[in-house]
């Protein structure tokens, strides 16, 4: 169902007057509020004044995330702090996370664009949702509650974990639609078997999946074994949450919002824009917001964009699935990750030499051990007794679930057996790329 | 009496001690004794060598992490409740706690050897050796 039809099926033409209007207007805005983008668009040599064509973005100054670090936590921000009405955060594993704080209408702007992503993925008031996204400072679950609300739909909020009792809940509740990450709907699966239900039985028909990186086959593995059809959801904590762009049921891409949303794909090495179906890194301006409006936010993810009108009838271009990233962060259950900071609590521990590797598992990523870093024994930590290397295992992996938040498996490894590689060593390998032994 | 042992890290998984072995083999070494302590992932190699030093180099070179230690070590009489006299009841009564230990015979006839580590090997060996 399309939600905004004046909208979503606008003729190119006239949503490329509006955004212009509305680039115009979010560029003075920001220029005037935020000193770092005054800084960054002078030093590009460019006034507000300049932006005549939408071609003129690529004049703008890019926003990294490293910017969100240096200007923590509000110093990216266009309104008083009285304005201010929420603030989520992301995940921010070592260091400082990023804050996202909005204003009344950020927060009802941001809820309109969920509603409408869940009727484009099919929902509508008639539906129960079960938001099984986690609630908090992550964007994820107070998003899709507040969208759904909107939307009419009959919300569970039941957040993330307890899984048994959340397939208590959706069999007693009739749930037809959850929202949660891809692993967690296989978990449930999983849960489900060992519980003797058979969620194929149930009312469930719709998931609306997001927040870490998922393929096809595991969209088809998840729709097989649910009996559902699975549909992405993409967001950023940085441009808003969930919400920026949604698959309808002809399963052709994303569609983004583009009423708010203005995306360009660049090569990540020159920043050099690329034209609609090259793949590349996927930049994000927000042309909408309030409380803290961004410029070409590098999001890192790589896509591609499709400009073709949708078989649902929108114009608003497509992006692919995300085949990746442009540096080597991991997504594990929803928290981002850098080899770099695993590294960085490696070695806090005496005697332990940065030899490791990162083991994922993108088609199963749901158990336990959905990640493995295997690290090198080397002289520094190798002890004859056994209670002692126990020890260093579990050190290990406890500070990597205190420091980072994930649960990861820590399994020691001969020395050289990992990969040593002419200048940056590959930190992150699938269990499908590892060597048979 | 102190005696070398070498340790070395191994993968549990086939071919390992092949290789451990092997590298002493070609460096023509003799193992008087093999203790293994593993678990599903790894496994500690504890050997006993005729020629420590020499061992220890050949398994560096054949790429495996190793250590030596100065482990305590015993006589025991190959008698019933040889083990239990000589070495585990005075260690049991003076409240030392034994980490690991294995034993075998030695090349002397009617004597094994028994290698330890204890939670205080100073006072081990001091006890040890009044036997």
Not at chain 1, 182 to 191: D, N, Q
Request: glycine share 8%; aromatic share 6%.
């Amino acid at each position: 169902m399309i939600r905004s039809p004046k909208t979503e099926t606008m003729s190119r033409t006239d949503l490329e007057s509006f955004q212009l209007e509305q680039l115009k207007k979010t560029v003075s805005y920001v220029f005037e509020r935020v000193p770092f983008y005054k800084n960054a668009l002078k030093k590009n040599g460019v006034v507000p004044e300049d932006i005549k064509t939408l071609k003129d973005l690529a004049r703008l100054p890019f926003t990294s995330k490293l910017d969100f670090r240096d200007n923590y936590p509000l110093g990216l921000t266009c309104v008083p702090r009285d304005e201010i009405v929420r603030v989520h955060s992301s995940s921010g594993t070592t260091g400082k996370p990023v804050i996202a704080p909005y204003t009344q209408k950020d927060v009802d702007v941001w809820a309109e664009l969920i509603a409408r992503s869940l009727a484009c993925a099919g929902m509508t008031r008639e539906d129960v949702l079960q938001n099984a996204y986690g609630y908090g400072l992550f964007t994820g679950g107070l998003g899709l509650h507040y969208g759904a609300e909107r939307l009419g739909a009959t919300v569970v909020p039941a957040s993330t974990g307890n899984t048994k009792r959340q397939l208590m809940l959706l069999q007693d509740l009739g749930t037809t639609a959850i929202s949660c990450t891809p692993s967690y709907a296989l978990i449930m699966h999983e849960t489900a078997i060992e519980m003797g239900i058979d969620i194929k039985k149930t009312a469930l028909r719709l998931g609306i999946l997001g927040a870490e990186p998922w393929s096809e086959n595991m969209r088809i593995d998840i729709e097989n074994k649910l009996g559902i059809t699975a549909l992405g959801i993409y967001g950023l904590t940085e441009i808003v949450g969930p919400g920026v762009a949604v698959e309808c049921p002809h399963k052709t891409g994303m569609h983004i919002w583009e009423d708010n949303f203005l995306v360009e794909i660049i090569d990540p090495a020159t920043g050099i824009q690329l034209p609609y179906g090259q793949e590349g890194e996927l930049v994000i301006t927000t042309i909408n917001k309030e409380a803290q409006p961004i410029l070409r936010f590098r999001t890192k993810d790589l896509t591609s964009l499709n400009i073709e009108t949708c078989g649902c009838g929108r114009t608003m271009v497509r992006m692919s699935r995300i085949t990746g990233r442009s540096d080597d962060m991991i997504r594990v259950r929803g928290v981002s990750v850098f080899p770099s900071q695993i590294e960085s609590v490696l070695l806090t521990v005496e005697g332990i030499e940065p030899q490791y590797m990162i083991v994922v598992d993108r088609q199963n990523a749901f158990s336990s051990d959905e990640l493995e870093v295997w690290v090198e024994v080397s002289e520094g930590i190798f002890s004859d007794e056994m209670t002692k290397m126990s020890a260093l295992q579990t050190t290990l992996q406890r500070e990597l679930d205190s420091v980072l938040g994930i649960k990861a498996r820590i399994k020691l490894v001969e020395p050289k057996k990992l990969a040593r590689t002419e200048g940056k060593a590959k930190r992150v390998v699938d269990r499908s790329e590892l060597p048979k032994t | 009496m102190k005696i070398k042992q070498v340790s070395v890290f191994a993968e549990n998984q086939e071919g390992r001690l092949q290789a451990i072995l092997q590298a002493l083999d070609t460096a023509s070494v003799n193992l008087r004794a093999v203790s293994v302590s593993e678990n599903a992932d790894f496994g500690i190699v504890r050997m006993i060598m005729d020629d420590p030093e020499k061992g220890a180099k050949a398994l560096k070179k054949s790429g495996f992490t190793e250590r030596t230690d100065n482990m305590l070590s015993a006589e025991i009489p190959d008698i019933p409740s040889g083990l239990l006299n000589t070495v585990v009841l005075p260690l049991a009564e003076a409240g030392i706690n034994i980490v690991y230990f294995y034993a075998f015979m030695d090349q002397k006839p009617g004597t094994a050897r028994i290698v330890l580590k204890t939670s205080d090997d100073e006072k081990a060996e001091r006890l040890l050796s009044k036997k």
